[in-house]
């Protein structure tokens, strides 16, 4: 799986801000593409991103270890605001009336935080769809003052294939047959996303008419029963009109008994 940059995958950056108790870290999440086939099998990616990490100088305490003088009360351990104190009682609230507090951070500011990149591998399992979440635990923005961290979550879009399109766990896809095989029937080959396996065509078959392959569609994300995948037949008539084709398709026209257009009507 490739790296790519998510410079842009977070908004929620806490660093420099103060607080008097540790918290937990946000929750992040980020969108990645996978294709129809990594839906249906499961993938990895490995992403390069930033986010709001532990610093690494205080390791995330937000402080040296070290007391100073409380930059709230100037070491009083009272303080007032607009002339009044603090809660009432007058007890600082940063130092809680001992006139000491710890020294903040230089790195981070007191935060406990810093911005960091990491690259993530993440596993994509078989049958997400677009908006399916995977959740990594612990990835998250790091937490305020030592707090614990938040979770990455990965949302997933699944791109559409050209060929094959999808409805819940069932896939569908036209499979060309030509019209030998479909008046005669015969064995084909059809590609599946878990391996190509062989079709027996039913003699006389129509073109619309629809085959099942039990069990290889997209496995349940809850674990319950696979989908299924279903084969359309489209018969396709030779692309050239050489002598020996026409004369064939006018030794065909003679086997139709009547007007194949007679029950049209609307």
Same mark, same amino acid.
């Given at each position: ?9 977070? +908004?929620?950056?806490?660093? +420099? ?6 918290? #937990? ?5 980020? #969108? ?10 499961? $993938? ?19 402080? $040296? ?30 130092? #809680? ?21 990491? *690259? ?10 677009? +908006? ?23 949302? $997933? ?40 396996? $062989? ?27 696979? +989908? ?17 084709? *026409? ?14 257009? #007679?029950?049209?009507?609307?």
């Amino acid at each position: 799986a490739g790296g790519f940059d998510i410079n842009d995958l977070f +908004g929620r950056g806490r660093g +420099g801000s103060r607080s008097t108790a540790a918290e #937990r870290g946000d929750d992040l999440t980020t #969108r990645v593409q996978v294709s129809l086939a990594e839906a249906v099998t499961g $993938t990895e990616r490995t992403l390069t991103l930033q986010r709001p990490g532990r610093c690494s100088k205080c390791h995330g305490e937000g402080n $040296t270890g070290k007391l100073v003088t409380c930059p709230t009360c100037n070491g009083t351990g009272r303080a007032r605001r607009g002339g009044a104190m603090f809660g009432g009682s007058g007890v600082c609230p940063t130092c #809680r009336g001992s006139g000491k507090a710890p020294e903040p951070c230089s790195q981070c500011g007191g935060s406990g935080i810093k911005e960091e990149t990491t *690259r993530l591998t993440v596993k994509i399992p078989a049958g997400v769809i677009t +908006g399916s979440k995977v959740r990594l635990a612990g990835q998250g923005a790091a937490g305020i003052q030592g707090g614990p961290p938040g979770d990455l979550y990965i949302e $997933t879009e699944v791109t559409e294939h050209p060929l094959v399109r999808r409805e819940g766990d069932d896939l569908y896809l036209d499979l060309p047959v030509t019209v030998s095989e479909a008046l005669m029937g015969g064995e084909v080959r059809v590609p599946t996303f878990q391996g190509e396996v $062989t079709l027996k065509v039913p003699p006389g078959s129509q073109s619309g008419r629809k085959m099942r392959l039990k069990g290889r569609g997209v496995p349940s994300l809850r674990g319950g029963t696979p +989908g299924d995948m279903y084969l359309l037949l489209q018969v396709k008539v030779p692309e050239e009109a050489t002598d020996e084709v *026409r004369a064939a398709a006018e030794t065909l026209a003679r086997a139709y008994r009547g007007d194949v257009r #007679r029950e049209l009507t609307l």
